[in-house]
């Protein structure tokens, strides 16, 4: 049968590709040979729920995943998503049984991993591998990838992004691009396969730092620095094309291949604090005055504690003698204010004392908004219905009225009712409103204790954008056809492409208008399988796994 390899390159924009084209021969070659074109991402545009949007062809109330974060049901707190959290299956799990070999790497949010007939090697966000961590199916392939690599395999690099270390981390960048390039390129030679799906994600995190330097309108842009890192995200696009290139060596020109990224890209101005917006309304309303913001009595209690926080970071030993002490009412306390110090006073709701008796709204993550629910929250004071419609839609008429600093012009403002955009029985989990402020330019944070409401010097100089790429080839693709396609739409075209039904519950359609006139891919009628969606709940990682995970979002930025 026909071999399918699919490649994802994480966060790559359709306007980057087509401004240094000449420079990308692999992905420029297959763009000629194939059908290409915009994939529109999940609202809002995140890794996570992207990336399983593709691999299941659902929508996130399906999935019951939202974002980086993970609601914990009846509490005002979260965790972090993980792959037990994905309630829709993945693509290859209708290719059991048929004696498809599938292979899985580095695809964002697949730790812990599943089973399946193949092998599959986690992507990130996860625990940091030591040397013992467990990450791959079979699990005897992680100690073998860390044998092959010479070192425990790293998922991103454990380097924190900031303002002055550019230089530095695209270095880091390359560096992890070439080893994930590496375990790719060897896995897909040594084992037997059909279907094969690759993702490099340093792509997405170069995009984040590097824009600026290209980007002479961008406030953050200085031409002296700029000087020598201008072609420091063109350096990325090149050598993941080179990435591209070595995968390709392992299929032939009756195989088909197809490039994807969950988003794009754009700049990044400021970023605007919507917890502090909604507390200087009256939406939301903490205890004792108390702002999260870095206080005497915090930075005495952080100091004091700051060696316990460093063993527990370094020691399994000391985690496994402080364990039973965790969770009692003085250890979160003086885990809130070592937080509060560490993270410079910019700390989330589950870390401050809110009284949600008073609260009506509230951030959990960047971009959302909920409403205290009655029947939903465990103190929900909001009534479903009309009550909560017109709250909305003050919400929405103040947000309007924003401006930036320094600048008359009010904020360009979108806004999105989760019923427009969600269907499944996740729908009470969504947020009640998505938010992106001038075009994406302005981030929307969950953070409180900034003691302003926007940051005109945030860390990330670019986030993501909805529009991301879709290249597809093979044979009976057509050749030059341009089109556009929803996230969801992939998961549905590739079982058709391989010969098998469309589950009924995927939200995505088959993409008809690829496939050559006269084709088979054209002639077979799309079947139907009558499928459901899981909905049991995610299981949690442990606290030092959590720990590792938020560890890597706030070091590229995620969280700030």
């Given amino acids: 049968m026909n071999k399918l390899l699919i490649i994802g390159l994480d966060g790559a924009s359709p306007e980057l590709i087509q401004r240094w084209k000449p420079d990308l021969p692999h992905l420029s070659k297959l763009i000629e040979r194939g059908s290409s074109g915009t994939l529109f991402s999940t609202i809002p545009p995140r890794s996570v729920p992207a990336w399983y949007s593709f691999v299941t062809g659902a929508n996130p109330a399906k999935l019951g995943v939202f974002g980086f974060s993970q609601r914990l049901p009846d509490k005002y707190d979260y965790t972090f998503a993980n792959f037990t959290y994905c309630q829709a299956p993945p693509f290859w799990h209708w290719l059991e049984g048929t004696g498809v070999k599938t292979a899985v790497i580095h695809v964002p949010g697949t730790y812990p991993p599943r089973p399946l007939d193949g092998f599959l090697v986690s992507g990130w966000p996860a625990p940091t591998n030591m040397g013992n961590l467990t990450y791959t199916h079979p699990q005897e392939l992680s100690r073998e990838i860390d044998s092959f690599l010479g070192q425990p395999f790293e998922f991103s690099s454990p380097i924190a992004i900031e303002h002055e270390n550019d230089h530095q981390m695209l270095a880091e960048r390359l560096r992890i691009l070439e080893m994930h390039g590496d375990v790719a390129a060897h896995l897909l030679q040594d084992r037997d396969w059909q279907v094969a799906m690759v993702v490099f994600s340093p792509l997405d995190r170069a995009s984040h730092q590097f824009w600026r330097h290209m980007d002479a309108q961008h406030p953050a842009h200085d031409p002296q620095q700029s000087e020598l890192l201008q072609n420091a995200l063109k350096d990325v696009y090149v050598a993941s094309d080179r990435q591209l290139g070595r995968l390709l060596t392992n299929i032939g020109e009756n195989d088909w291949v197809i490039v994807v990224s969950d988003h794009g890209f754009g700049p990044t101005h400021r970023t605007f604090y919507l917890n502090e917006w909604l507390q200087q309304k009256g939406y939301l309303v903490l205890k004792e005055q108390d702002t999260g913001r870095v206080t005497l009595r915090s930075q005495v209690v952080a100091a004091l504690a700051k060696p316990a926080f460093v063993l527990n970071d370094i020691s399994p030993l000391f985690r496994r003698l402080v364990a039973p002490l965790k969770k009692r009412a003085l250890s979160n306390f ?74 008359e012009r009010e904020l360009e403002v979108q806004v999105w009712r989760k019923e427009e955009i969600y269907s499944g029985p996740y729908l009470e989990e969504a947020p009640e409103m998505i938010i992106a402020l001038d075009d994406f330019r302005t981030n929307v944070m969950a953070e409180m204790g900034a003691g302003a409401l926007f940051d005109s010097n945030p860390r ?101």
């Avoid at 885990?335 to 989330?348: F, H």
């Fill in 460 to 560: 990330w100089s670019a986030n993501h954008r909805p529009e991301g790429i879709m290249v597809v080839a093979g044979p009976g693709i057509r050749s030059g056809y341009k089109t556009e396609a929803q996230i969801v739409d992939m998961a549905p075209t590739v079982l058709h492409m391989l010969g098998l039904p469309v589950p009924s519950t995927m939200d995505g359609s088959v993409l008809e208008a690829l496939f050559a006139p006269g084709s088979s891919l054209q002639r077979r009628d799309v079947q139907i399988l009558e499928s459901h969606i899981d909905t049991d709940q995610g299981s949690d990682l442990t606290r030092e796994e959590l720990a590792e995970i938020e560890k890597q979002l706030k070091d590229l930025g995620y969280l700030n």
């Fill in 334 to 407: 003086v885990r809130t204010e070592y937080v509060r110090v560490k993270e410079r006073g910019l700390v989330r709701l589950n870390h401050l004392p809110v009284d949600w008796s008073r609260t009506v709204a509230y951030c959990p993550d960047e971009s959302t908004l909920y409403l205290n629910l009655r029947g939903r929250d465990p103190q929900g004071i909001v009534e479903p219905g009309a009550e909560a419609e017109r709250i909305l839609n003050e919400i929405e008429q103040g947000l309007r009225q924003l401006k930036a600093p320094g600048e």
